[in-house]
């Protein structure tokens, strides 16, 4: 409310108005803004000198900072120029001589001076036997521009020089020179001194085990000839040069030889801190000089700011009155802009899409619903009380208001029509006009939960089948044995494998054998009723948890059951009828808490007996059954393949690879491996693959199939050498072997092949099971220079969806899709797709299985790169394992 005016008629004497008052009665009002002001000045003064204190600290901090920087970066460049000499080293000790066409040559791939301008010369100086003993002419120098004066220059002549000479021969280490004139740095254009770094050229011979060795061995020196003060100064960072002086003494002797002075003309006083550089057998020492740690200027000070401080505080005290009354009024704008954001929260509150309601705390009653909570639950909405809208009592409605971490609840609602649809709801209260309040918001989850729902069961079950997944049947399985008790009822677990699907697949495609999986799930599962769990573990393979049995007997009739049932089952698929037939291996559930892996493994086991002992028959497990198992089968190899390395029974052959473009290509190979047992004959992988995954045998044998190839690259092939690329497959237990990848980069090193003519392929299976280690070891190989593929691409489930993910260069298309894809459209399409999407991707893609031209020419119109077949080619014994 604006100020009511004076009546004039009331005012006395003193009460004139402020604008009346004399200068003197304002005077109290200007001293304390004075003495402000004064106050003020005095704190800024002080805060300077503290601040110079903390600035010249911060400069001398900054150039021992600098100085530690500048002392790695000298370091580091000292040894570059160490790793120059060493290179020049190996040339003549893998050469074993150079002309000087070579020399120049080998310097110009160096180039040297674009990391070293301080370098003068790099020479070579043979040694010469003389009456009066051994000289070093020097006989090679590059460049040759302004060290034409090095060529015939003996080392024996410069005392420094062949002092560095005669220590790097004895020692086999760097040896750098005391600092000398170097002769083609004198004259006018001459900078000062300059030093060599030597290094000695053995000829050939035993190890130098000896200074006596050394000595007869040595057939010359390699050096490299620096201006020592360019060296140092091109050594350090400019940024120290700019806020210190730097000096480096050479202090290997009891004479001081200066190497280096910065020469900034910053007043120096003595030093801040000493390095000492041991380089070459020499001692340098480097000293740091701080400059002038002058004040701050006060521009750069809290003068500035500190006397605009106190003259405002000063006009603070002064215009006090002022700012009260612009207080009063600032309020009174707040308070109307509150009052018009309230309207517009009102206002935007009816537009949100959310329901939102307001029930009074008192009774529960709703008070305010927002349009779209009237649209959704119905115009007579206010008045209802909140529980009955959510089901719930108040009470109820006030534990959730109570528990602020609750959170939102998906509850059930009805709309309009009487429909119901659900919604997440968040409850919570605030005061409105004095009263407590309860306030809803709800939005409409519906799509999102029948959505979470449909992802859920995907991730347990099986697509095909509709069964539970081997994910689910493992969760369930475990949860059934943790909740066992110690006496009846029993359990059991059976594994089931179709008898002869691989030839159902093989004959009439992919499709017939998904329908015949289709069918017989349908069968087993009406046979085995719902009280029992029925999965497919993948491939042609279901798991069945048999629970509530009365007697162990009970388990066995079951599967007899199970297995009559399927037992004679025709399958018909275009014209062509199948018999099939199932093989269930079982183990007893008989005490809780058996271990999964136990569990699984001893079905496995049952399984694959029943297989072995004839198929289409029910095969429970037992001690004695494993035993006799573990002797007549795959025991029997995994003892054979433990001493195969040894016996030199592996036998490694070679595939080659064709391409399909116009143009012909480089040789490539795949090795396979084979097993030649006691008469000679060499067995396929398939008989002793299984034995060796299954008892942690794959790692020896791929590490044997990896050494001896990379040994003997060039003895792979007729073609030696021109072999472009060789391809090693590897086990998924050989990728968890976290030092495989470094023992691969190690073996390229040792027998120096070059890795891009090596390739290892993975299966897409293992790729699939163990993603993140196969990215992880994929990359290691690929960034040392490897080529990757990844094998019988096609077969997994979701392979486009994590094919981007993997490091990969080459995809090889499983052979079952390139066998059928003249007869079988799927197939085609497959081939197709996989072609064009690693295409576009950047992959190369060879085909696997190509049995005939026909394929071939089908495989070229589509644009795979090569083939690989036995029609193409025989796999042959590798030349070096030849008889």
Not at 256 to 275: A, E, Q
Not at 525 to 537: D, K, S, Y
Not at 565 to 579: I, N, Q, R, T
Not at 847 to 858: H, K, L, P, Q, R
Request: glycine share 8%; charged share 25%.
């Amino acid at each position: 409310m604006p100020p009511k005016p004076i009546d004039e008629r009331h005012r006395t004497p003193h009460a004139a108005a402020p604008e009346a008052l004399p200068l003197a009665s304002r005077v109290p009002g200007v001293a304390w803004g004075l003495l402000v002001v004064g106050c003020g000045i005095l704190l800024t003064l002080w805060l300077y000198r503290v601040q110079a204190r903390q600035w010249q600290a911060a400069r001398h901090d900054a150039v021992v900072a600098e100085a530690e920087k500048g002392l790695v970066q000298l370091r580091a460049k000292l040894r570059s120029a160490e790793l120059l000499v060493r290179s020049l080293q190996t040339m003549f000790l893998v050469a074993g001589d150079m002309d000087e066409h070579q020399f120049a040559r080998a310097y110009a791939n160096l180039d040297p001076r674009r990391e070293f301008p301080s370098l003068l010369a790099v020479a070579y100086s043979v040694r010469v036997h003389g009456h009066d003993g051994d000289h070093f002419p020097t006989t090679l120098v590059a460049p040759l521009d302004g060290n034409r004066k090095l060529l015939g220059l003996d080392v024996v002549d410069q005392p420094a020089n062949m002092k560095a000479l005669a220590e790097s021969r004895d020692t086999d280490h760097l040896a750098v020179s005391e600092p000398f004139p170097l002769v083609q740095d004198t004259g006018s254009h001459g900078r000062g001194q300059g030093i060599t770094l030597r290094l000695p050229d053995y000829g050939p011979g035993a190890s130098l085990d000896s200074l006596a060795v050394r000595r007869q061995r040595l057939r010359g020196s390699v050096a490299v000839s620096f201006r020592v003060a360019d060296l140092i100064r091109t050594g350090l960072p400019a940024q120290l040069l700019q806020v210190a002086g730097i000096s480096v003494t050479d202090v290997a002797r009891a004479s001081r030889v200066p190497l280096f002075d910065s020469g900034t003309g910053v007043p120096w006083t003595k030093p801040s801190i000493v390095y000492r550089i041991a380089f070459g057998g020499r001692l340098w020492e480097m000293a740091v000089f701080p400059g002038s740690t002058s004040d701050p200027s006060w521009s750069q000070s809290v003068v500035p700011p500190g006397l605009l401080v106190s003259v405002l505080l000063g006009l603070l005290v002064w215009s006090l009155t002022d700012t009260r009354r612009r207080a009063v009024q600032l309020g009174w704008r707040l308070g109307e802009r509150y009052r018009e954001s309230e309207e517009r929260f009102r206002t935007l509150n009816e537009l949100l899409p959310a329901l939102v309601v307001l029930a009074d705390a008192a009774d529960g009653r709703i008070v305010y619903a927002n349009q779209a909570a009237r649209g959704r639950l119905g115009e007579g909405i206010q008045g209802t009380r909140l529980g009955s809208l959510l089901g719930m009592d108040e009470s109820e409605v006030e534990r959730r208001l109570a528990n602020p971490q609750a959170g939102a609840t998906e509850v059930g609602l009805r709309d309009t029509a009487g429909g119901r649809f659900w919604a997440s709801v968040a409850i919570s209260w605030l005061m409105l006009e004095g009263r407590p309040q309860w306030v809803m918001v709800a939005s409409d989850v519906t799509e999102q939960r029948a959505l979470t729902e449909l992802l859920g069961y995907q991730a347990t079950h099986d697509e095909l089948t509709g069964l539970i997944n081997r994910r689910e049947f493992e969760r369930r399985l475990q949860r059934m044995t943790q909740d066992m008790g110690e006496s009846p009822p029993y359990a059991a677990v059976l594994f089931i494998d179709l008898d002869q699907f691989k030839l159902v697949n093989d004959t009439s495609g992919h499709v017939a054998g998904d329908q015949l999986l289709l069918q017989l799930a349908t069968v087993m599962r009406a046979r085995l009723g719902e009280e029992h769990v029925l999965a497919r573990l993948g491939g042609d393979e279901f798991g069945v948890i048999l629970a509530g049995l009365d007697t162990p007997g009970r388990a066995v009739e079951l599967a007899e059951h199970l297995r009559l049932g399927l037992d004679g089952f025709v399958f018909v698929w275009e014209a062509k009828s199948y018999m099939a037939s199932i093989s269930v291996g079982g183990v007893l559930v008989d005490r809780p808490g058996m271990p999964l892996a136990e569990l699984l493994a001893a079905a496995d086991t049952a399984c694959y007996m029943a297989k072995e002992q004839g198929r289409n028959r029910v095969h429970f497990y037992s001690e004695r059954d494993e035993q006799s198992a573990l002797r007549r089968g795959e025991m029997e190899w995994a003892n054979r393949l433990r001493w195969a390395v040894q016996e030199q029974r592996f036998v490694l052959t070679y595939q080659e690879l064709r391409a399909l473009g116009a143009e012909p290509s480089a040789i490539h190979v795949e090795l396979l491996l084979r097993f030649r047992n006691e008469l000679g004959e060499l067995v396929s992988p398939g008989a002793f693959i299984p034995a060796a995954e299954r008892y942690g045998l794959m790692p020896l044998i791929d590490r044997w199939v990896i050494e001896t190839a990379l040994a003997n690259v060039d003895r792979l092939h007729p073609a030696g050498a021109a072999l472009r690329m060789v391809a090693v497959n590897l086990s998924g237990a050989s990728i968890d072997d976290d030092t495989l990848a470094e023992r691969i980069v190690e073996l390229l090193r040792l027998h120096q092949v070059a890795p891009e003519r090596v390739c290892f392929e993975i299966t897409e299976t293992v790729a699939v099971r163990q993603l993140t280690d196969v990215i992880r070891f994929v990359t290691r190989l690929r960034e040392a220079g490897c080529h990757v593929a990844l094998d019988d691409f096609g077969v997994g489930m979701s392979s486009f969806s994590y094919l981007k993910h993997l490091p990969v260069d080459i995809v090889k298309i499983d052979g079952s899709f390139i066998r059928d894809m003249l007869s079988d459209p799927i197939s085609h399409a497959m081939v197709r797709a996989v072609t064009d999407i690693a295409h576009r991707l950047g992959l190369v893609v060879i085909a696997e299985w190509v049995m005939d031209e026909a394929i071939m020419g089908s495989l070229r119109e589509l644009g795979v790169d090569m083939a690989q077949g036995y029609a193409l080619h025989q796999p042959e014994r590798v030349m070096w394992q030849r008889d």
